[in-house]
């Protein structure tokens, strides 16, 4: 992959767009969150790419504004014809995305094997 990511870690494994936060917003300047957002909805349009897998591994706590930036992602998938999934959520992430609501919108799985295989089986 060419381009150079900071604040979001993104690897393909075709027709899967995993995308892993690497912190809370406060570690970035916002300009930065946006345009690498705007980067990884570019790849969700990739003819091979159909689905997307948010790896919450390396996060303990993410703010509205990365949030905001994910539910972007998952809801292009969505609107796509694609699947959209969290794994690897610790237990305060698992709060968080039940606190807000999106763990009901969006399954989480514990490990990233289970969601590429709960979307391979889709």
Sequence with gaps: ??????????????????VIPQ????QFLYNNIQIESNKILTLLNAPEISNVIIDLNRVE???????SCLTRLLQQAK???????????CDNMQYILQSI???TLWPLFDTREEAILSLSSN
């Excluded at 706590?61 to 949030?67: K, V």
Aim: charged share 20%.
């Design 23 to 26: 912190g809370s917003a406060l």
């Design 61 to 67: 706590y993410l703010d509205s504004i990365i949030i």
């Design 101 to 103: 609501k999106l763990g």
């Design 79 to 89: 609107q796509s014809g694609g699947e959209a999934v969290f794994c690897n959520a």
């Design 1 to 18: 992959m060419s381009d150079k990511f900071e604040i979001f870690e993104v690897e393909v494994i075709a027709p899967n767009l995993i």
